[in-house]
């Protein structure tokens, strides 16, 4: 993957972007995604936000080998605070982390979100909480789709405010939208997850030592609820 090259995963991100967009993608790593969204026409500004010295370094050496600097501003900041309201921000893409990670990026840079934006997810597990944050802040999820690059399973959500809106338990752990579609890629995920999870039942089931009664009640509310969407 390069500045011309995405992965599948950034792929599916890109198509979600609307066209002339100003940009946050936060979390950057190289810069690859604004970089090749610019080179492409397919967003107008983009903000590379980075906490970290070493990726926010790689992303300011790719922006500057294409040339792209009056476009693309790499910014070494924690989060949404990357984020400046001069940017008149319009979509925000946050990839390559843990969804409870996304979440408390979004919770506490909450004032540096106008309600405008749309949000382009792509947790590394963790959906559910960040479900409901969206849920609980009045953010409508609009498109959710499973993919599975190099042996992992990867969700994209993307959501925009819409006022308040209900998502039922199944639904936050399932995905509403994959829920409804049911996807091959996102019926194999769950194939996958059931056996794995039945698999550390039947490790509890052996252990030498009593596992907690609600660790064990918890996940055979997984294995139930996975068994039934199956079905």
Known sequence: MNEHTLSRRLERVAAQMPVGAHLADIGSDHGYLPVALIRRGAIARAVAGEVALTPFRSAER???????????????????????PQDAITAISLCGMGGETIRDILDSGKARLSGQERLILQPNGGEQPLR????????????EEVLRENRFDYEIIVAERAGP???????????????QARSPAFLLKWQRLLRLKQQTLNN????????????????????????ELLA
Not at 166 to 176: D, H, I, K, M
């Open 62 to 84: 790719t922006v500057r080998e294409t040339g792209l600097e009056q476009q693309i501003s790499v910014r070494l900041a924690s989060g949404l605070a990357a984020i400046e």
């Open 132 to 143: 409901q944050w969206l849920m609980d802040n009045g953010y409508c999820i609009l498109h």
């Open 165 to 179: 809106v209900l998502y039922s338990a199944r639904e936050l752990y399932f995905g509403p939208l994959l829920m």
């Open 204 to 227: 509890f089931a052996r252990a030498q030592q009593a596992v907690p009664e609600d660790k064990v009640q918890d996940l055979s509310r997984q294995a139930r609820w996975i068994s």
